[in-house]
């Protein structure tokens, strides 16, 4: 009965390779979220959907595309990853104006 | 531009003593204050928000609009409080926006 699921938790690769993270959420929110959570453990929002409807892209690279194909996924795919893009990716979902529910986060580890 | 600032990184605490753990935003707005919680190896969590004005685990949080901060305390610090602690500021213009400080790491020493 987990609320928000992510996949997979670990993730190590090579430069240059492309990869996606899916998210899944079963509480019945309309909104859902990406986070980003560097190796100083700043956390910054990359994009927010709304009823599978993109509404908030904080200039974030365009090798990063989300893509919502109903309300409750809302999946990440990164093109030719970076050293930089090394970091946990957290999934969150919520109500309009309600509390942030959030995944385990999934650790991403470019080589 | 919204902004959170969390002016400590780490922060430790004997057990038993007051703690406080600071948080000041900007914002030109109306904003809704939020604390949220990360323990060991489990997810982020909702703690508190200001507009709920309830304590959680003893932890209270005060918006004081003339000052711009929302600081976290709680009288007496329990060894299950050590995680790392993260202020959030959400706008009102509905686009839910959800901005996080750096993040405080609390220790409580036993």
């Known amino acids: 009965d987990t609320a928000v699921s992510q996949t997979p938790k670990y993730l190590v690769t090579q430069m240059g390779n492309d990869k996606s993270i899916k998210c899944e959420q079963n509480?019945?929110?309309?909104?859902m979220y990406w986070y980003k959570q560097d190796s100083k453990k700043f956390l910054k929002i990359m994009f927010s959907?709304?009823?599978?409807?993109?509404?908030i892209n904080e200039t974030v690279p365009n090798r990063f595309s989300p893509k919502s194909p109903d309300k409750a996924h809302l999946n990440l795919h990164i093109n030719s990853l970076e050293l930089g893009d090394s970091a946990v990716y957290f999934c969150?979902?919520?109500?309009?104006?309600?509390?942030?529910?959030f995944g385990e986060g999934s650790r991403l580890t470019v080589l | 531009a919204q902004r959170v600032t969390q002016p400590e990184k780490l922060l430790s605490v004997f057990k038993g003593a007051p703690v406080e753990l600071k948080c000041n935003y900007s914002?030109?707005?109306?904003?809704?204050l939020f604390w949220y919680v990360q323990y060991s190896r489990q997810r982020l969590q909702l703690l508190l928000r200001?507009?709920s004005r309830e304590s959680i685990k003893g932890f209270t949080a005060d918006l004081n609009k003339g000052e711009t901060s929302f600081h976290l305390k709680k009288p007496f610090a329990q060894e299950e409080d050590s995680a790392m602690y993260y202020c959030?500021?959400?706008?009102?213009?509905?686009?839910?926006?959800?901005?996080f400080g750096t993040g405080t790491r609390l220790t409580i020493i036993p």
């Open positions: 959030a500021l959400r706008n009102n213009f509905g686009n839910e926006k959800l901005t």
């Open positions: 969150a979902s919520s109500h309009v104006a309600g509390e942030l529910f």
């Open positions: 200001h507009i």
């Open positions: 914002y030109s707005g109306s904003p809704e």
């Open positions: 509480l019945g929110h309309d909104t």
């Open positions: 959907y709304n009823n599978k409807e993109l509404i």
